[in-house]
């Protein structure tokens, strides 16, 4: 579904990406892990076209991905971004509309809609709450929804379990492989290693911009590499 091939992606003199190569198969929960400054959110955000990229090939679906954001959504790739990013002063509803903004069809905005609070009965039941209101596990599942009105092929999550307590990353992780079995491809971009190799069906690590380490994720959790580096194993 993704094919990315040798991306650049440089801030200035600081080079952010050094030649990422990584692909992800459709039906796929691909997961990208690495330390704080790795390069994950560019690589993101380079998919996304929110940054520019110096060089490299991004193939999705078999053709070119384009480079401005909102043909980007329409091509079926869409992105969560870090920190939920929810409009808290509008309604949960009003932030799931927001979501499918692209989408001219009601009808078939008011079935994503109710396939997502098929998916989200919490959200169903807060409908009319502002998104301020709710918690940070709730904010997280409100990002992800919104994600989904737009119908994605793929989605790209970035860090979905930061700040959330356990319990609560496990609700979470439970839903995107609910989301895989309907059909949508995961790119997942997380700090929390053990979570995102676990639900893995391919991974790789990244650092200082480079892919350093890659294989299904039941292998990157034996690795002693990986282990003592990101897995909080000595
Ligand atoms: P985090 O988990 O902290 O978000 P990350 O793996 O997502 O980390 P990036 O945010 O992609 O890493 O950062 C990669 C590198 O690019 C870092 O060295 C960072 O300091 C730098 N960087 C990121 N955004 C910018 C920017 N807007 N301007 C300059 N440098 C940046």
Known sequence: MLEVRDLYVSYGKVAALNGVTLSVPEGSIVSLIGSNGAGKSTFLNALSGLVRIKSGDIKFKGAPLSRLPHVIVGQGLVQVPEGRKIFSGLTVRENLLAGAYLNRNRREVQQALEEVFALFPILKERQKQY?????GGEQQMLAIARGLMA???????DEPSLGLAPLIVRGIFELIKKIRSRGVTILLVEQNANKALEIADYAYVLENGRVICQGSGQELLHDEAVKRAYLGIR
């Open 131 to 135: 998104g301020g209101t709710l918690s």
């Open 151 to 157: 119908r994605p092929k793929l989605l790209a999550l």
